[in-house]
C-alpha cells in the first residue's frame, strides 16, 4: 500500500503515530543505522540499544521538562497494571487513597485499588453519565490519604481536567494514557504520572511511569519484583528486558515531537483541531456533544445525533470515505473521533466535510 493510501483514523487506540516515523522505522527495520540487524532482535544490554534508550528518557526529560528529583521509567503491562502498582507501592501510610471518579478507566482504577487499601470516592460525575469533570477544592481530601488519583483525559466520555487539583501535600496521581505530550504540563504538580504509549507515544506495549524519587521504595516485601517501581528504577527500566521496539518507536516520536517545536507547538495545533470540531458540532443541526463545554477533551471528542440508526449509517458511511473508527466506545455507543497528536489537521477537515454532507443528506 502506498502513502496516499493511508487513511484518517479516528481510533481511540492503538492510533495514527506520525508517518515520518512510521517511515523512518520501516527504513530501518531490518538494519538499524548499519549494525547488521533490526532493533527487534538487538540485546537490550547492546551499546545499540542502550544509546536507545537513554536518548529516549533525555528527549523526554526535555520535552516535558521533568525535574531531576523524578525517574522516568519504561515499563510493561499497559496503564492497567499501573492501577495495580500504584496502591502496592504508594499505600504506604494509613493505606487510604483519594479516587476521583470521572469514567470507565478511573473506575477500575480505583477497583483495583481497593484490593489494597481503603479507598474514598471524594468526587463522581457518574450520576450524569461522566460529562463534566467535578470540581474538587483541597479540603475535599482526606487528611491522611496516601496520595490521590485522578484520570486526566477521559478516552471514553470525551472529557479532560482544565484545572490540576490542588492536594496539598497529598501525592497526586495521574492516568495520562490519551493526553501525554498533548499540551504543557507541570510535572512537579504530581507523584506520579503513567501512561499506554499507544495512544499519543508508540506503538501498545510500552508504558512510561515518571514517578516522584521519594515515592519509590515503600512497597512491601512480599511484592512481586515486577511491581516494585523501585526494582525498575535501581535499574534504569532494564532488570528484566523491556520493551525494546515500543522504546525505540516512542524515542523517534519524541525526536520527532522536538523537531516540531516540542509541547507547546503541538499543544497550539492540538487546540486548533479540537476547537474547530466542536465549533462545527455546536453549529450543527444534526449532531451534538453531550459534554459539558468546559470540561471537552482535546483528544477525544464524542459527539451523537440523539438517533442511533443515523449513528450506525455515520460510522458505516465515514468508513467508506475513508474516515476510520468513528464508533464510539462500546459501552456508550454514538460517535467518537480521536484526534491525537499525530492526527494531521487535514484529517479533521476532511471529517467536517464529510459531517456536512451527512448533515445535509439526512436532515
Ligand atoms: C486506554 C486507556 C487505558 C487502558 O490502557 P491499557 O494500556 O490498555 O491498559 C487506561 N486509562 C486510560 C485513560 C486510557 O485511555
Same mark, same amino acid.
Given at each position: 500500500?502506498?502513502?496516499?493510501?493511508?487513511?484518517?483514523?479516528?481510533?481511540?487506540?492503538?492510533?495514527?503515530?506520525?508517518?515520518?516515523?512510521?517511515?523512518?522505522?520501516?527504513?530501518?527495520?531490518?538494519?538499524?543505522?548499519?549494525?547488521?540487524?533490526?532493533?527487534?532482535?538487538?540485546?537490550?544490554?547492546? @551499546?545499540? #540499544?542502550?544509546?536507545?534508550?537513554?536518548? !529516549?528518557? *533525555?528527549?523526554? $526529560?526535555?520535552?516535558?521538562? %521533568? +525535574?531531576?528529583?523524578?525517574?522516568?521509567?519504561?515499563?510493561?503491562?499497559?496503564?492497567?497494571?499501573?492501577?495495580?502498582?500504584?496502591?502496592?507501592?504508594?499505600?504506604?501510610?494509613?493505606?487510604?487513597?483519594?479516587?476521583?471518579?470521572?469514567?470507565?478507566?478511573?473506575?477500575?482504577?480505583?477497583?483495583?485499588? @481497593?484490593? #489494597?487499601?481503603?479507598?474514598?470516592?471524594? !468526587?463522581? *460525575?457518574?450520576? $450524569?453519565?461522566?460529562?463534566? %469533570? +467535578?470540581?474538587?477544592?483541597?479540603?475535599?481530601?482526606?487528611?491522611?490519604?496516601?496520595?490521590?488519583?485522578?484520570?486526566?483525559?477521559?478516552?471514553?466520555?470525551?472529557?479532560?481536567?482544565?484545572?490540576?487539583?490542588?492536594?496539598?501535600?497529598?501525592?497526586?496521581?495521574?492516568?495520562?494514557?490519551?493526553?501525554?505530550?498533548?499540551?504543557?504540563?507541570?510535572?512537579?504538580?504530581?507523584?506520579?504520572?503513567?501512561?499506554?504509549?499507544?495512544?499519543?507515544?508508540?506503538?501498545?506495549?510500552?508504558?512510561?511511569?515518571?514517578?516522584?524519587?521519594?515515592?519509590?521504595?515503600?512497597?512491601?516485601?512480599?511484592?512481586?519484583?515486577?511491581?516494585?517501581?523501585?526494582?525498575?528504577?535501581?535499574?534504569?527500566?532494564?532488570?528484566?528486558?523491556?520493551?525494546?521496539?515500543?522504546?525505540?518507536?516512542?524515542?523517534?516520536?519524541?525526536?520527532?515531537?522536538?523537531?516540531?517545536?516540542?509541547?507547546?507547538?503541538?499543544?497550539?495545533?492540538?487546540?486548533?483541531?479540537?476547537?474547530?470540531?466542536?465549533?462545527?458540532?455546536?453549529?450543527?443541526?444534526?449532531?451534538?456533544?453531550?459534554?459539558?463545554?468546559?470540561?471537552?477533551?482535546?483528544?477525544?471528542?464524542?459527539?451523537?445525533?440523539?438517533?442511533?440508526?443515523?449513528?450506525?449509517?455515520?460510522?458505516?458511511?465515514?468508513?467508506?470515505?475513508?474516515?476510520?473508527?468513528?464508533?464510539?466506545?462500546?459501552?456508550?455507543?454514538?460517535?467518537?473521533?480521536?484526534?491525537?497528536?499525530?492526527?494531521?489537521?487535514?484529517?479533521?477537515?476532511?471529517?467536517?466535510?464529510?459531517?456536512?454532507?451527512?448533515?445535509?443528506?439526512?436532515?
Amino acid at each position: 500500500m502506498s502513502k496516499a493510501e493511508r487513511v484518517f483514523n479516528f481510533s481511540a487506540g492503538p492510533s495514527m503515530l506520525p508517518l515520518e516515523v512510521m517511515e523512518l522505522a520501516a527504513e530501518q527495520l531490518t538494519n538499524y543505522n548499519g549494525c547488521g540487524m533490526s532493533v527487534m532482535e538487538m540485546s537490550h544490554r547492546s @551499546k545499540e #540499544f542502550e544509546a536507545i534508550i537513554t536518548t !529516549a528518557e *533525555s528527549n523526554l $526529560r526535555e520535552i516535558m521538562n %521533568i +525535574p531531576d528529583n523524578y525517574k522516568v521509567l519504561f515499563l510493561q503491562g499497559g496503564a492497567t497494571l499501573q492501577f495495580s502498582m500504584v496502591p502496592i507501592n504508594l499505600l504506604r501510610n494509613s493505606k487510604k487513597a483519594d479516587y476521583i471518579l470521572t469514567g470507565s478507566w478511573a473506575k477500575k482504577a480505583a477497583a483495583e485499588a @481497593k484490593k #489494597f487499601g481503603q479507598v474514598n470516592i471524594i !468526587a463522581s *460525575s457518574e450520576e $450524569r453519565n461522566f460529562t463534566y %469533570i +467535578p470540581e474538587v477544592k483541597k479540603e475535599d481530601f482526606t487528611p491522611d490519604a496516601d496520595y490521590v488519583h485522578i484520570t486526566f483525559n477521559n478516552t471514553i466520555y470525551g472529557t479532560k481536567f482544565r484545572y490540576i487539583p490542588d492536594t496539598g501535600d497529598i501525592p497526586l496521581v495521574s492516568d495520562f494514557s490519551s493526553c501525554i505530550l498533548s499540551e504543557e504540563l507541570d510535572v512537579s504538580k504530581f507523584g506520579l504520572i503513567y501512561a499506554g504509549a499507544q495512544k499519543n507515544v508508540g506503538p501498545a506495549g510500552l508504558t512510561i511511569v515518571i514517578i516522584r524519587e521519594d515515592l519509590i521504595g515503600h512497597a512491601p516485601a512480599n511484592t512481586p519484583v515486577y511491581l516494585d517501581y523501585k526494582t525498575h528504577a535501581n535499574n534504569d527500566s532494564l532488570y528484566n528486558t523491556p520493551p525494546t521496539f515500543g522504546i525505540y518507536m516512542a524515542g523517534e516520536v519524541f525526536k520527532h515531537i522536538k523537531k516540531l517545536g516540542g509541547v507547546s507547538a503541538l499543544e497550539k495545533m492540538n487546540k486548533e483541531k479540537a476547537m474547530k470540531l466542536y465549533d462545527y458540532i455546536d453549529g450543527s443541526s444534526l449532531f451534538r456533544c453531550p459534554v459539558e463545554a468546559k470540561d471537552r477533551s482535546m483528544m477525544n471528542v464524542v459527539f451523537v445525533t440523539g438517533n442511533e440508526a443515523f449513528d450506525k449509517k455515520f460510522i458505516s458511511e465515514s468508513k467508506a470515505a475513508g474516515l476510520h473508527n468513528l464508533g464510539g466506545h462500546r459501552s456508550i455507543g454514538g460517535m467518537r473521533a480521536s484526534i491525537y497528536n499525530a492526527m494531521p489537521m487535514a484529517g479533521v477537515d476532511a471529517l467536517i466535510d464529510f459531517m456536512k454532507k451527512f448533515e445535509a443528506e439526512n436532515l
